[in-house]
């Protein structure tokens, strides 16, 4: 592992240094009720809240609440309060999947399309309380549908438009939406994605259903279903232009949303609106030092977590610019990314692993045919990221000029909760450093006993953090059994995580995933780093398989390079290559070159799957519905090695 250290760098004035940075960690573990009192002065509240902090782990008294009896809402926040001062300013770039097919909406267009688009959502007679499932694009009315629903109090439920009917139909169903919004069709890397035709066929399961509310994106054909289903265009037709926020109570539920299934089924994650809203706001402005006029890029799509927090509500509720990216990395080419950074003048670009490997894999030119001089600041989040991918995007990409904020979190807490302040804390290549103020780790051994200093075991947070999520849509006890019951009175992550002596955190993968090779407990990222650090490795998965001596063997799954060729001699020089970076123990037992990798379809690495494929266990592969690619299990399992 890579011990380089990079100093942090001069913020502004504004920025946090090291010494706020302390402080504020400080007064949050010591007086969290002033802190956060002061803290929740980020929102405007319609009511103000009394109550600050009422939360408990422990089963007897379980809850967590916070600053329960005030009232406010998100669209005011997010859009509202900036009218005043920056109503003419671009809320939302939109750039669309051909390069410079772009579009912006300023504070008041924003304003006026939520406000229409609630209109509408009432005249369909949706009220508080109600679930709308959105199957969207990215599109700037995916951001106004999902205001809309904050609005009048409605509950957004978000699919990834790359989901089959199947899987959009399990969500309408488990959460029983009786809207759904949908585009008749989106464009990803110049393919069109049927997205009506998919709704149809999914309602075709969800009789709840009433409406259908479609947006018209590439003016492809459709069936409409009469009585069912409406354009939007039609519907918007003589609606007004202004629609009240409805006072919502700061634990009134805000949005459901389902978590990417990288360990099973997906369980609906329900957060609420003040501790939610306050945790993206405060995250998004310290992690990022988001600064007046920037302009702030997160890849991510609005169907995964990040979409919600990085791309609409953390950046609108501080009156940021923030694009909205409608295409891939790798179209029309591998150059997209910093070609649309020049073109728009991208300041802070965020996203992840799987993107940078990718990108990394087809070789330093595309990224130096562009200029990147607008850059200041590089975030990383979903997966451990690599040492060698980290040093290329600080290297290639940011010129050794932009710091990197590796952001460790789930779609549990809302927001980050481990990750640099950019101008405080000195980074590691691949360690997500330190906790933010009023987040409290700890890390447990597989009994629970606390583990002090530098050490390595189970991530857990001893106490509660406004952004946490509230329960598992329909089943609260799942949410207790799932997240509070192995190590109690804790909220466990279901991460592995090594601490240095330096306080660091080094995420090492899921626990799931951790390999026991003749006794010594070995978490996958380490071992991943390792293969990639390679010259000629892109991307590598590693599984523990079953072993007559020690236990546990280690199956190895490695993507080469582009143009790279898989040969026995290089099988040989790779495992050689593990020996000598980690240990004997470390060298895989059996390493199977795999054109591609099982990924949830937000791109992270299913070692599940994989394990059952290094087991020969392949008749129970599990739940593959949020695949990506299913095809690529049928290529691994052909080529399976012993
Ligand atoms: P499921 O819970 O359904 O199995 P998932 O855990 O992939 O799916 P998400 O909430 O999207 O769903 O992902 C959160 C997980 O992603 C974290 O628990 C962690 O394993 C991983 N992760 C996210 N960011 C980082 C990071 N910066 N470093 C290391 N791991 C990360
Ligand atoms: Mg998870």
């Known amino acids: 592992m890579s011990d380089t250290v990079y100093p942090a760098p001069a913020g502004t004035d504004d920025s946090i240094d090291a010494t706020r940075a302390d402080a504020a960690w400080q007064r949050a573990a010591s007086d969290p009720e002033g802190y956060w ?3 929740a002065q980020r929102l405007d509240w319609i009511t103000p809240f009394t109550q600050v902090k009422d939360t408990s782990f422990d089963e007897a008294d379980f809850r967590i609440r916070w600053f329960a009896d005030g009232e406010l809402n998100v669209s005011a ?40 688009f609630a209109n509408v959502l009432k005249t369909l007679g949706v009220k508080k309380g109600d679930r709308v499932t959105l199957y969207l694009p990215m599109i700037a009315e995916a951001a106004a549908a999902m205001l809309a629903c904050t609005r009048i109090g409605a509950i957004h439920s978000i699919v990834f438009g790359g989901f089959s009917p199947d899987s959009l139909a399990n969500r309408i169903q488990d959460c029983d939406s009786t809207v759904v919004i949908c585009a008749d069709e989106g464009c990803r890397g110049g393919k069109r994605i049927p ?20 947006i018209r994106r590439t003016g492809g054909d459709v069936s409409m279903t009469e009585g069912r289903d409406i354009w ?19 634990e009134d539920p805000l949005f459901i949303l389902y978590t990417s299934g990288s360990t099973g089924k997906p369980k609906g994650v329900l957060h609420t609106t003040g501790g939610y809203l306050l945790w993206v706001t ?32 953390g950046p609108l509720a501080n009156g940021a610019t923030t694009v909205m990216f409608d295409g891939v990395p790798s179209y029309p080419d591998h150059g997209r990314l910093w070609e649309t950074v020049d073109r728009l003048g991208v300041n802070i670009l965020y996203t992840a692993p799987t993107a940078i490997r990718a990108l990394m894999r087809e070789g330093d030119d595309w990224v130096k045919k562009y200029r990147r001089t607008s850059l200041r600041l590089l975030g990383s989040v979903g997966e451990p990221i690599n040492p060698e991918a980290w040093n290329w995007y600080y290297r290639v990409v940011g010129d050794e000029r932009c710091p990197i904020v590796d952001t460790w979190w789930q779609t549990e807490t809302g927001g980050i909760l481990i990750s640099p302040l950019p101008y405080a804390i000195d980074l590691k290549p691949g360690s997500a450093t330190k906790p933010l103020p009023g987040v409290q780790p700890q890390i447990v051994d597989a009994e629970g006993k606390v583990l002090d200093g530098a050490t390595e075991g189970n991530l857990c947070l001893t106490d509660s953090w406004p952004g946490q999520m509230r329960t598992v849509w329909g089943d609260h006890d799942r949410f207790f059994q799932t997240y509070f019951s192995t190590y109690p009175g804790k909220y466990f992550t279901g991460d592995g995580c090594r601490r240095d002596a330096d306080g660091y955190y080094w995420i090492t993968g899921r626990v799931d995933d951790v390999i026991n090779v003749s006794g010594h407990r070995m978490g996958t990222a380490e071992v991943e780093s390792a293969l990639v650090s390679h010259v000629k490795v892109a991307e590598a998965a590693v599984v523990g398989m079953p072993h ?28 050689q290559w593990v020996r000598n970076e980690i240990g004997p123990i470390a060298s895989p037992d059996a390493l199977q070159f795999a054109p591609g990798l099982p990924k949830t379809r937000s791109g992270k690495i299913m070692r599940r799957i994989l394990r059952k494929i290094a087991e020969n266990d392949t008749g129970s592969l599990g739940d593959t519905s949020t695949l990506a690619d299913p095809s690529v299990v049928d290529t691994l399992v052909a080529e399976r090695i012993g």
């Open 195 to 214: 997205l009506k035709a998919n709704v149809d066929k999914a309602l075709a399961h969800c009789p709840g259903v009433e409406h259908v509310l479609v």
């Open 37 to 39: 009192r002061e803290e």
């Open 282 to 313: 405060k995250t998004f402005k310290e992690v990022f030092d988001y600064r007046e006029g920037e302009l702030f890029w997160c890849t991510a799509d609005i169907g995964w977590v990040t979409g919600h927090s990085y791309v609409v509500y």
């Open 548 to 575: 007559e001596v020690k236990g546990q063997g280690i199956y190895a799954f490695v993507t080469l390079n582009a143009g790279v060729e898989p040969t026995d001699e290089l099988r040989t020089e790779l495992r």
């Open 77 to 116: 926040n997010c859009v509202d309060r900036h009218l005043a001062t920056r109503g003419d300013q671009t809320a939302i770039v939109w750039e669309g999947d051909e390069p410079g097919e772009t579009k912006t909406l300023t504070y008041r267009e924003l304003h006026r399309d939520m406000c229409r």
């Open 232 to 250: 939007l265009h039609d519907a918007l037709e003589g609606v007004a232009d202004e629609c009240a926020p409805e006072p919502m109570n700061a």
